[in-house]
């Protein structure tokens, strides 16, 4: 059974960082791509980032782009993300994504939810 948890979460000011974990269990994902979304109250959730199986390839939303980076530990099952200059947009609730199959784009999501992680930021 594949589980998710995300943390790290958090009250940052603008202009600030926060720096999320999430690390999967239930198998091995080092051959799977792996991403950030998130979703704030009454609005869709959004794409925020996503690396390869491999590590090198990185995708990141026009919105976060030079201000969020994203990376992995494989030998944790890790995903993290670090988030600076935190702009009061960003406030929402973030989840980690599992690619649907191994060796897989950066596009495509097994339908995997963890319970998110809050992140609130004040202007």
């Known amino acids: 059974q594949v589980q998710l948890v995300e943390s790290g979460g958090g009250l940052a000011q603008a202009g600030g960082s926060l720096r999320l974990s999430c690390v999967a269990s239930g198998r091995t994902f080092k051959n799977y791509a792996m991403g950030w979304f998130r979703q704030a109250p009454g609005k869709e959730r959004e794409f925020v980032a996503a690396i390869s199986w491999s590590g090198p390839a990185t995708r990141t939303a026009d919105s976060v782009k030079g201000r969020f980076t994203i990376s992995r530990d494989n030998n944790k099952n890790a995903v993290y993300l670090q988030m600076d200059r935190l702009k009061p947009d960003d406030g929402a609730v973030y989840y980690c994504?599992?690619?649907?199959?191994?060796?897989?784009?950066?596009?495509?999501?097994?339908?995997?939810r963890g319970q998110g992680t809050q992140v609130t930021v004040s202007s």
């Open positions: 994504a599992i690619g649907r199959q191994q060796y897989g784009g950066l596009s495509d999501w097994a339908d995997y």
